[in-house]
């Protein structure tokens, strides 16, 4: 799958990864809750938030924006689950009928979570999931 950048999203990047040192697989600048999401190479995660957040709060204060990092995975079930997080995500089941779906079982306890103030949360996911793997909806159940 191929994923086009703007040029302030290319820019958002490449200061990202000059900044953290991590390698950055997309990102998307999120107008309507004023974010911008990363995604972030698998493995690269801890290393890209850094010792107590310093590295995602250093990126908000230079870009002016929220910044929420998403780690990359290999399937559509584990993206599911990382996009997802901080929610206790279970499993994850994709169904391809005439859409392709992912059904996430989340724990109970974090369905806000997973859900976010507005949907934001659940929208991030099912955006970024639609990007990397045409999953074309998020159930969680």
Do not use: W
């Not at 302030?8 to 991590?22: N, S």
């Not at 230079?62 to 998403?70: A, K, P, T, Y």
């Not at 995975?73 to 929610?87: H, I």
């Amino acid at each position: 799958m191929t994923i086009s950048l703007s040029d302030r999203e290319r820019q958002f990047l490449a200061r990202f990864e000059d900044e953290v040192g991590v390698t950055v697989r997309d990102c998307v600048v999120d107008e309507d809750y004023d974010r911008v999401l990363f995604v972030v190479e698998a493995g690269e995660m801890a290393e890209a938030i850094g010792p107590g957040g310093r590295n995602v709060e250093r990126i908000e204060e230079d870009l002016g924006r929220s910044v929420e990092l998403i780690e990359d995975a290999d399937t559509a079930e584990a993206f599911v689950a990382n996009a997802l997080a901080p929610a206790a995500v279970y499993n994850v089941t994709i169904s391809e009928n005439e859409d392709t779906v992912a059904y996430a079982e989340v724990d109970h306890d974090d369905t806000g979570v997973a859900i976010g103030k507005d949907g934001k949360n659940i929208e991030a996911a099912r955006r970024m999931a639609d990007r990397h793997f045409d999953v074309d909806d998020i159930q969680l159940t």
